[in-house]
């Protein structure tokens, strides 16, 4: 089965650090960029950051650029996005996403990200 | 960075109407990077429409896109129970995505 399963959300303090992980089944890893994506509640989608397939290119949204990293493992076929000095306005849903011709089109279902003190 | 518009905010329309949705972009997009996704409650987004005018995977032929430049156009024919939800444009352009804030179609 073609899928994306996000891990390891949770209640992060201001300023905290988490780290959240995607693992894809179902098709062929490295051949495609990878994507997050985000969605805080009750309001719309926001693009966070994208990896190309060989991580060559690394691009971010300009209000996580300087606090979330994207990586990616090919060989252990998973995607991460570490996130420093969260802020209240971070809490949101988060997806990963298969990137293809300049669209998203594979979801997976999200973990959620709660910053609060 | 492009700024995508959506409009109108929220359709009220019965099954078996038509729907129109519209995307404007605050500077011209590449048509071959623009997209539609449709997103139910407690749902993950779903591609609907890629390339502005191309149906994804398993997407029924009553959805179609259209447009170029700066305006684009999603068209729902007779709307079926199963379509009522939020949809979204996304483009993609300069290292940068971007999502329109979403039309809500909702039963009248």
């Known amino acids: 089965e073609v899928q994306l399963v996000e891990s390891g959300g949770g209640l992060v303090k201001p300023g905290g650090s988490l780290r959240l992980s995607c693992a894809p089944s179902g098709f062929t890893f490295s051949a495609y960029s990878m994507n997050w994506v985000r969605q805080a509640p009750g309001k719309g989608l926001e693009w966070v950051s994208c990896i190309y397939p060989s991580s060559s290119y690394i691009f971010y949204a300009d209000s996580v650029k300087g606090r979330f990293t994207i990586s990616r493992d090919n060989a252990k076929n998973s995607l991460y996005l570490e996130m420093n000095s969260l802020r209240g306005e971070d809490t949101a849903l988060y997806y990963c996403?298969?990137?293809?011709?300049?669209?998203?089109?594979?979801w997976g279902q999200g973990t959620m990200v709660t910053v609060s003190s | 960075e492009i700024v995508l518009t959506q409009s109108p905010g929220t359709l009220s329309l019965s099954p078996g109407e038509r729907a129109t949705l519209s995307c404007r972009a605050s500077q011209s997009v590449i048509s071959a990077y623009l997209g539609w996704y449709q997103q139910k409650p407690g749902q993950a987004p779903r591609l609907l429409i890629y390339?502005?005018?191309n149906r994804a995977t398993g997407i029924p032929d009553r959805f179609s896109g259209n447009g170029s430049g700066t305006d684009f156009t999603l068209t729902i024919n007779r709307l079926e129970p199963e379509d009522f939800a939020v949809y979204y444009c996304?483009?993609?352009?300069?290292?940068?995505?971007?999502f329109g804030p979403g039309t809500k179609v909702d039963i009248k």
């Open positions: 390339g502005s005018s």
């Open positions: 996403a298969r990137g293809n011709q300049g669209v998203f089109d594979m």
């Open positions: 996304q483009q993609y352009g300069s290292s940068v995505f971007t």
